[in-house]
Every structure is written in structure tokens, then in C-alpha cells.
């Protein structure tokens, strides 16, 4: 990359920084003020950020396993999100303190007093909850791990070994990805409200995480593409690709989500329609309409045509307004859980989504920096290249 480009992505990432310092430091002020506010805020911030961690995880595998041309032009940001997730896993531990105001099941009494709590807490109870955590967070960063150091290693050496281990070793990785972000979003989320479950709602957060991601890089592959290397890498061919990547994604987000409305709904259970019922009403329904036309109708008709998904200056706004409706998403999935009221944007939630945002965004261009834009030793990425 040029000295400017440096410049650039060096002044981004102090400024990134700051202000999730600051958004940080006025969370910590609003813990003084309304902690069970904070504690919620900071739920939905958390779990939006470490979804774009675990969506580079899985994409970077992806790339390993199919090695397609849009792969290599996303691989570096792909590994510098992977890279971030240390980070996540320190900032989990308030939501581990948190759990008490978060989670009703961490209350003794309250599982007493009900029966299907009572039924359920052989799993939902804070230790197993807490070990739970920590298997997830060690096979993540396991992973993460190994891709990383052998794409550096590969890098440095050229060595075919790397290709053939970061190949084998994506299949089986995708697979613990898919189990553990499962469990991990029955825990942290769809236990808020432990007398609801559905069979798909892991697969809903997997799709979210990987949209999201893919959204994000692309947006950071735009900005990249405009100076050496990638300038002289990456065609409309690529861009095709990453906006295709998207339109699948948002078909598959709509699919999952109007089957598992479709189905509780027919079903007519009183232990699942609630859910909805406060989805659906008091204001929340106006939230999922903004949902239903620009997460899906909108993205799903701009990326149907040709000329937006091969000009990135037009690519870039589909993409970048999917990675805001993926908060909003969020928001509509987790909040109606302990909202007292309709849908209302505390100002805690925004400093927790920017002061955590913040931090993540300054890590991640700090290690987008330190290693090469382009795996010239990959040695599939010549064919690639050609092929593209």
C-alpha cells in the first residue's frame, strides 16, 4: 500500500480509537446512573460486534475450502476481523457479570416459582452458562489462530504445506463454527426469554453474522481497491461476486426468518406466539416493516441488477446500508425481551454500540496494516487471478 494509504488507515484508526474510548467511558458513567440499562445496551452492542469477529472466522474458512477469486481480495480484512476476537473475548466478561440483570433464570427464585424454568435448568444456570462461554471462546480463538499463523507462515515461506493444511482444516472448522455459534446464541440471546425456543434461530444469527460481515468487507475492499495493490487486483468481476455473495445471503436471511414466522404462527402454541405477539405490536411492528422493505425488498431488487453489483460506488451503499439494518435487526430480535414499553433508542445503546465499535474498528485496521493486502504466496492465487 502507498504512504498515503498508510496515512490514511493510521489517522482512521486513532480516531476509531478515540471514540470508542469515549463511547466506552460514557457507558461506564451510564453503569453509575441506570445499570440495568447499561447492561442491556451493552448486550446488543456486544453482540452486533463479536458477530463481524465470528463472520470473518467463517468466511475466512469459506474462502479456504472453495478458494474462489472473490475470496483473495477479501482474505486480509477477512483474518484482521478473525484477529479481533481476543478482544471479544475480554469485553464478554461484563456481559458474564451482567448476567444477573440480563438473564431471569440467574435469579433463584423466580425458577422456583416456575416450572418450565425449573425443567430448563440443568442447562440454563450460570456456571454451565459460564463454561459454556469459555469452550466457545477457546475453539474460536483456536481457530483463529491457526488460520492466521499459517496464512503469515505461508506468506513468508511459500511453502505449500500451508495451503494444504489452511484447506483441511476449514472444512471441520466451519462445522465447530456452526455448532458453537449456535449454542452461543441460544445462550446470550434467545434465553432472554427462556420459555421461547425455535430450532432456527442459531441459523438466523449465523446468516446475520456472515451478511453482516460480508457487507462490512465489502465496503472495506471499495476503499482499498483505490490504491496499489488491490488497484491493480480487484475488477467489477470481484465486485460482481461479493454483491452476488450478498444477494444470496439476504434471500436466505428473508427465508429463515418468514419460515420460523410461518411455522409458530400456524402452530398457534401459547408457549411460542408471544414472542411475536410483542413483536408485532405496541410499535414494534413499524421496526420489523422497515425491516421487511430494507433489509430484504430494497437490497434484494438493487442487487438483482448488473450495473450496481459491478460498480463499486453503487455496490457500496447496498452494502453499507445492510451492515446498519443488521443492528437494527438485532435490535427488534433482543430488545422487546425487557422493553417495558415500544421501541425507544436509549442513548446508552448508542454509546455502547460506538464506544464498543470504536475499539474494534481501531484493532482491526491496526492489524489490516501489519501484514500484506494480498497473499502473493498463496498458490491459488495466481489461477485465480487469471481466472478472473
Known sequence: M????????????RRSALAGLLGLGVCAAGALVNRDQFFHSYLLAYLFWVGISLGSLALVLLHHLVAGGWGFVIQRPLEAGARTLPLMAVLFLPVLIGAHDLYEWTHADVVAADEVLRHKSTYLNLPFYSVRALVFFALWLGLAWLVTRWSAEQDRTGHPLYTRRLQLLAGPGLLI????V??????????????????????LFIVGQVLATLAFVTVVVSRLSRREPLSEMVTTTHFHDLGNLLLAFVMLWAYISFSQFLI????????EIPWYLR??????????????????????????????????????????????LRLVDLYWLVVPAYAE??????WLDIAAVVGMGGIWVGLFLRYLRQ??????????????????
Open 2 to 13: 502507498s504512504e498515503t494509504g498508510h496515512f490514511d488507515m493510521m489517522r482512521l484508526e
Open 177 to 180: 463454527y456452526v455448532l458453537t
Open 279 to 324: 413483536r408485532v405490536g405496541g410499535g414494534w411492528q413499524a421496526i420489523g416493516l422497515v425491516l421487511i422493505v430494507f433489509h430484504f425488498a430494497i437490497p434484494f431488487v438493487l442487487l438483482l441488477m448488473r450495473e450496481v453489483k459491478r460498480q463499486s460506488d453503487r455496490l457500496v451503499w447496498v452494502a453499507g446500508g445492510i451492515f446498519l
Open 341 to 346: 414499553h415500544g421501541p425507544r433508542v436509549h
Open 371 to 388: 501484514r500484506p493486502l494480498v497473499p502473493i504466496h498463496d498458490p491459488r492465487l495466481k489461477e485465480a487471478v487469471s481466472h478472473g
Open 264 to 271: 409458530i404462527w400456524s402452530g398457534n402454541l401459547p408457549e
Open 182 to 203: 449456535t449454542f452461543a446464541a441460544i445462550d446470550w440471546a434467545m434465553s432472554l426469554e427462556p420459555h421461547w425456543f425455535s430450532t432456527v434461530y442459531g441459523l
